[in-house]
T-cell receptor, first 114, second 112 residues
Framework: DTGVSQDPRHKITKRGQNVTFRCDPISEHNRLYWYRQTLGQGPEFLTYFQNEAQLEKSRLLSDRFSAERPKGSFSTLEIQRTEQGDSAMYLC????????????FGSGTQLSVL | SQQGEEDPQALSIQEGENATMNCSYKTSINNLQWYRQNSGRGLVHLILIRSNEREKHSGRLRVTLDTSKKSSSLLITASRAADTASYFCATDEWDSNYQLIWGAGTKLIIKP
């Protein structure tokens, strides 16, 4: 068990391009979360999976954002037609099960949109 | 939306001193958690306190919760240079068991 891993660590892209991030949670964890964090702010909830089911998506999240978790293992977060306002740290976290609220975070993917 | 509000926004103290950070929130909660984040890294869970608990200890950490005032405090005793980080409180909304709401954090600097 090496913890939650995210790839890539850094991504620089041009406005209008699509980007995809990957998260591998701790293997026995069935809950997976995506958060976004900008400098000087706390994490902002994006979406949540219980196994392969996406149970909640932030009402603030643009339709350009989509996430998947096929087979309930790793997850991908795709941003289409990126905008400069998408520049942020994208954090993935996992937790073991219902009733265990402690989150384990990956190191994040820092996205810069030029 | 952010539920928690940390106070102060930044804190700088000498190594060996105690550091106290406060968090206020707006709605009823099931529990409150504190996390630490080193610069440019992910967050690390420190401690969780449930709504029916008033105080909890873990090593050099002491957390209190006052549900009547909707506030919590995190005390780090005998601070070390390695404690330099940002500290965030996170609360869960009463009707949701999977969405944590985060404050903007307190940036703690420990001077050697």
């Amino acid at each position: 068990d090496t913890g939650v891993s995210q790839d890539p660590r850094h991504k620089i892209t041009k406005r209008g391009q699509n980007v995809t991030f990957r998260c591998d949670p701790i293997s026995e964890h069935n809950r997976l979360y995506w958060y976004r964090q900008t400098l000087g702010q706390g994490p902002e909830f994006l979406t949540y999976f219980q196994n392969e089911a996406q149970l909640e998506k932030s009402r603030l999240l643009s339709d350009r954002f989509s996430a998947e978790r096929p087979k309930g293992s790793f997850s991908t977060l795709e941003i289409q037609r990126t905008e400069q306002g998408d520049s942020a740290m994208y954090l993935c976290a996992s937790s073991l099960q219902e009733g265990d609220e402690k989150l384990f975070f990956g190191s994040g993917t820092q996205l810069s949109v030029l | 939306s952010q539920q928690g509000e940390e106070d102060p926004q930044a804190l700088s103290i000498q190594e060996g001193e105690n550091a106290t950070m406060n968090c206020s929130y707006k709605t009823s909660i099931n529990n409150l958690q504190w996390y630490r984040q080193n610069s440019g890294r992910g967050l690390v869970h420190l401690i969780l306190i449930r709504s029916n608990e008033r105080e909890k200890h873990s090593g050099r950490l002491r957390v209190t919760l006052d549900t009547s005032k909707k506030s919590s405090s995190l005390l780090i005793t005998a601070s070390r240079a390695a404690d330099t980080a940002s500290y965030f409180c996170a609360t869960d909304e009463w009707d949701s068991n999977y969405q944590l709401i985060w404050g903007a954090g307190t940036k703690l600097i420990i001077k050697p």
